[in-house]
């Protein structure tokens, strides 16, 4: 049997479905996936996705790529297609791979509702499912897979990533690092790059590097974080999707907002703070017992509009010594953890 996961995006998004994948593939299943580029490297050469199809991304949609992608998902023949994403984009190429059954969430429960004609069958989802992890397990209940709870992530491995980071590492900074993340894709999730840096200094005066890392257009970003320091925090080189696993994989805690980073550092189990604000922490936010949140609810929580003047601006209200604090704090429960895996 074959089946086709639709998570085009984002890199977090994706990072939520590897367990739905390695789901299916552990129940006998050859899991295809269709995805935009920027999540691409979390799939190719994934132990768990036998095969990848690289669709267009929508902000830069181009119909030729587009036909190309869809006869090379179509000649797959897949029996299965199966949206976890829930949107009209999603729906399109689960209704078009040429599945015989083209699965997802009923109206109530897709961002966009009245996506749900171009599906074949829908679920409800059962009163137990909170978190958007179980929420993407709960579509496999379809196929008769009960994995609700999973918790595993498979990433590629690639040993030459892993031994060009370690080394860029031992020129950079020093081992037991902690890294602050002050990207990520909405603005209005984001805390502001003034309070990372006192966080680093906080961090210093503990003993404790930090290292401050960035992903496309975030350079600056990263650079002001490190001038708030007065240059006691070190801005990350600069890397692939790969080698920032790896960077974050080595890490002794990483402190960032509802972002791909930290949803990648959850995955590889490094302790989090995590820092939230318009989102639901308890839907996608840090699932290990021993991590941390730091959270300011705004009136229209939860709320997944980019740009609300409700929120606007709530990020900026977490104060920086409840975070150093909550730092402390998860720090404490996590000595001793080996910060490389091997």
Avoid at 66 to 78: D, E, I, K, M
Avoid at 111 to 138: F, Q, Y
């Amino acid at each position: 049997m074959k089946a086709l996961v639709v998570r085009l995006s984002s890199i977090g998004d994706v990072v939520h479905t590897l367990p739905a994948a390695a789901s299916l593939t552990a129940r006998g299943f050859e899991t295809g996936w269709v995805v935009e580029p920027a999540a691409l490297p979390l799939l190719e050469g994934n132990p768990a996705v036998a095969w990848v199809t690289r669709a267009p991304a929508a902000r830069a949609f181009r119909l030729r790529p587009a036909l190309g992608a869809l006869r090379s998902l179509r000649s797959r023949g897949c029996d299965v297609a199966l949206d976890f994403q829930g949107l009209w984009k999603s729906g399109v190429w689960a209704r078009l791979s040429g599945a015989g059954r083209v699965i997802g969430y009923a109206r109530a429960w897709r961002r966009e509702g009245s996506s749900e004609a171009l599906l074949g069958e829908t679920i409800e989802l059962p009163s137990r499912v909170t978190h958007v992890i179980d929420k993407n397990l709960a579509l496999l209940c379809s196929l008769g897979i009960d994995a609700v709870g999973s918790r595993e992530f498979p990433l590629p491995v690639d040993a030459a990533v892993r031994a060009s980071v370690e080394q860029r590492l031992m020129a950079t900074v020093a081992k037991g690092y902690v890294v602050l993340n002050a990207g990520g894709g909405w603005a209005s999730k984001l805390w502001p790059a003034e309070h990372f840096g006192a966080v680093a200094n906080a961090l210093s005066d503990r003993g404790i590097a930090s290292l401050v890392t960035w992903g496309p257009g975030e350079e600056a970003l990263a650079e002001k974080v490190v001038r708030s320091s007065r240059g006691r925090a070190r801005r990350c080189f600069p890397t692939t999707l790969l080698e920032l696993v790896e960077v974050l994989r080595r890490a002794r805690l990483v402190v960032a907002a509802d972002t791909g980073p930290l949803h990648i550092a959850c995955a590889l189990g490094v302790p989090v703070v995590g820092l939230y604000g318009p989102t639901d922490p308890a839907r996608n936010g840090p699932f290990a017992a021993e991590d941390a949140v730091v959270r300011r609810a705004p009136a229209c929580a939860p709320c997944h509009r980019r740009v609300c003047p409700v929120h606007d601006g709530v990020m900026a209200a977490i104060p920086t010594d409840e975070v150093v604090a909550a730092v402390d704090r998860r720090l404490a429960t996590d000595r001793g953890r080996p910060h490389v895996a091997v």
